[in-house]
């Protein structure tokens, strides 16, 4: 539990944990596909990269 508080605290789930994540949401009933993480990373990444959104 301790790992998941520090996860939070820094709005990121390292992803060496993908696959227990994946595992987890499925034994839990939970839709979660590795397409869901990766963009969501994606996401996170281009909010890093463009503040202020990406350029039209």
Known sequence: MVAIHRWFQRGVVPGAYDIALLSGAAKRGIALT????LRARSEM????????????
């Open 34 to 37: 590795a397409d869901d993480l």
């Open 45 to 56: 990444v281009l909010r890093e990269e463009c503040p202020a959104g990406p350029e039209n």
